[in-house]
């Protein structure tokens, strides 16, 4: 068996293969919308999206050394995300149902961030990190479903740290070799200035962060004020893990989406599991990202128990949680 995934809800738009048996991804092939100056507007995006689709998705098939014949299903990113982009991304997945007469399989992106993270890092029973652009969750699945102990109150930690970066003139781009514009310029930083420091319980709050650091970007050294965000944003998420940790008594820690690629926070999170004796499994950067093959993974384990939709139900849904997504193929 294997499925056709679409991934098309922010900045990238991504087509993966996925199947059923070792190697279980075939291919993962994406372009990302970057754009020339200020933030992304999601019509720009969209526009990136419907133009590139065709190319990506013939890169796939290549790369899988597959046809459309041999696919048995479709899977596509119905949400969280843009409503512009996500409807490029549904809007292919359709057609391509319609002409080849293939299922339609629903999948949730955050569920796709944290499937690819299983079946790359071989976690068992993990506390889930699931850091994004757009999310910041800790969660773990209980009863059939991935149930949400904390997570961000108003905006992302990835979201705060590209705005920041972006207002003060560092970005675009965001990423240099693989190192966030943030970490590179808190590198030369060493100095603490004394910013919010919002949790609740076992969420965060990293707007009043955001203001605070843009304002003490006006009268300060900005690579001391680039340390003292990454610092403080990063100690919140940590003591919020910690809490969640102790609640949980799980032996393991698995981190999925785009800011599990920061070695600045990973080092934290060693030292973390290292005071709680947990295993810390780490998706690998090829897939830390969004990417095709996640929603390829999630959308075969879906397909293989029995979920698929008609396509007059293929509705986006840019608001789509994790915690509304019955998982019937994780016990």
Known sequence: MKVLGIE????????GIAQDKPPYILANERDTFVPQSGGMKPSEAARHHSLTAHVILKNALKAANTS?????A??????????PTLRVGAVVA?????????????????IGHIEIGYLTTDARDPLILYLSGGNTIISTFYKGRFRIFGETLDIALGNMMDTFVREV????????????????CAEKGSRLINLPYVVKGEDMSYSGLLTAALR???RNDIHDVCFSLREIAFDMLLEATERAVALTEKSEIMIVGGVAASGSLRDKLIQLA??????LKVVPSSYSGDNGAMIAYAG??????GVSIDISESTIRPRWRIDEVDIPWRS
């Open 216 to 218: 003490a970007a006006r």
């Open 74 to 83: 479709i899977a596509i990113a119905l949400g969280p995300g843009m409503g």
């Open 300 to 305: 075969l384990l879906g397909f293989k128990h």
């Open 94 to 110: 359709r057609a391509l149902a319609l002409k080849f007469k293939k299922n339609l399989v629903p999948v949730n992106h955050g």
């Open 169 to 184: 003139g560092l970005a675009p781009p965001y990423i240099v070799n693989g190192k966030h514009k943030i970490d590179i």
């Open 274 to 279: 290292k005071d709680w004796n947990l295993d």
């Open 8 to 15: 098309s809800t922010a900045h990238t738009f991504g087509v």
């Open 68 to 72: 459309m014949d041999e696919i048995s």
